[in-house]
């Protein structure tokens, strides 16, 4: 089962690359991104994409719960830290984390991790998980890889558009 798991870890992010192509509607892209994630991986209960617009970010697409945090201005929450800091932030038990913005009473740990474009950050995958400590350098390092995709794919979308 942990081999399973491990390799799925590891040929993920080609996966998710192998669902973008030049000109592709980068919101249909989003959708598949966040729904692959929320249903390969068990304890994403709630996986989200913000991008960054001004002082903001803006929840684009989401699998889960629906929540009042749409938009967040960077700086606050876990959110808007990991898009001031351009790290990956992981809050292993969200109650005893003071940035921590609850969204959904269950939620017991949290990860976020930015979208780095060649300017800075333009946006972050944000993961919710019923399960306290649920997320280890495996994930920061496959989700690390995914937002690599997404800068791309963005990026593309802004220079065609
Ligand atoms: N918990 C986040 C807010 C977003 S919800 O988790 C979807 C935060 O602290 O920024």
């Not at 081999?3 to 870890?9: D, F, G, R």
């Not at 993920?12 to 959708?31: C, H, M, N, T």
């Not at 629906?66 to 808007?80: A, D, L, M, S, Y």
């Not at 351009?86 to 949290?110: A, H």
Request: aromatic share 8%; charged share 25%.
């Amino acid at each position: 089962m942990e081999t399973e798991m491990n390799s799925l870890y590891e040929t993920f992010p080609s996966q998710i690359a192998s669902l973008w192509k030049e000109g592709k509607d980068l919101k249909e892209y989003f959708e598949e991104v966040v729904s692959s994630l929320n249903a390969s991986f068990d304890p994403y209960d709630w996986v989200g994409i913000y991008l960054v617009e001004g002082e903001n970010l803006v929840l684009h697409s989401f699998r889960g719960d629906p929540t009042q945090h749409t938009k967040i201005r960077v700086g606050e929450g876990v959110c808007g830290w990991a898009a001031k800091t351009g790290e990956t932030t992981v809050v292993p038990d969200v109650s005893q984390d003071k940035r921590y913005l609850m969204c959904f009473p269950e939620t017991q740990s949290e990860i976020v991790v930015p979208i780095k474009g060649k300017n800075g950050v333009l946006g972050e995958i944000d993961i919710d998980s019923s399960r306290l400590s649920a997320f280890t350098e495996l994930d920061s390092r496959m989700l690390e890889k995914i937002t690599d995709h997404l800068a791309l794919a963005i990026e593309s979308e802004k220079r065609i558009g």
